[in-house]
């Protein structure tokens, strides 16, 4: 692709970087930003500065916030002793928006994957383990996706809370084998969170 001004490329080579982003949306991108007033691109620009510089993340889920403990932990109305694990944010949002689950969430941000190199030190699974441990849990939700990765990060975690008197639980299979949960229609996942089923009986299934 041919480019007749260097700092155009180099805004669309920075742009392509993101995912799902060719080098031909980039550049339309690019060139409908060139179309908009200086202002509005000044707002994108801080936008993303202050995305990256001022986001923090809770420190009993690790959701993303604007705050040390995010909306949903800090909400007294919310079901403290119940805890889904997903895999990032955008299953927190996914589960949010089906306005069916009234616990709190605790984020891996990731799956283990040995084909990526990622492990079980990589995933916040320790700061999940020391949580039940204070024993003020009641019930862990494995909502992850179901592929291997997420079946194996499931088995993991049921293995490393063995033995601390809690129960755990698996979303219902309404969520097709394979299926990023982020994906799933809103009705289809709340009934998953509702209808969901002890973990040692999705073990029988997968055995």
Known sequence: MDF????????VEEMAQLPGIGKRTALRLVLHLLKQPVEQTHFLA????????????????HNISDVEVCEICA????DQSLVCVVEDVKDVMAIENTS???????????????????????????????KVAQGEIKEIIF???????????????????????????TIARGIGVGDELEYADEVTL??????????????????
Not at 147 to 152: C, F, N, Q, S, V
Not at 159 to 167: A, M, S, Y
């Open 143 to 169: 909502a992850l996706s179901s592929t291997m990765e997420g079946d194996t990060t499931n088995f993991y975690i049921y293995k490393q809370l063995e033995g601390k008197n809690i129960k755990t639980s």
């Open 75 to 78: 909400n007294p109305n919310r």
């Open 100 to 130: 069916q689950y009234k616990g709190i969430y605790h984020v891996l941000d990731g799956k283990i994957s040995p084909m990526e190199g990622i492990g079980p030190t990589q995933l916040n699974i320790s700061t999940l383990v020391e």
């Open 4 to 11: 007749s001004s260097k700092l155009l490329q180099q805004a």
């Open 190 to 207: 709340g009934r998953s969170i509702l209808h969901r089923i002890p973990f040692e009986e999705s073990l029988k299934n997968t055995i």
């Open 46 to 61: 801080e936008a993303l500065v202050n995305l990256k510089t001022q986001v923090k993340f809770c420190e009993n889920c």
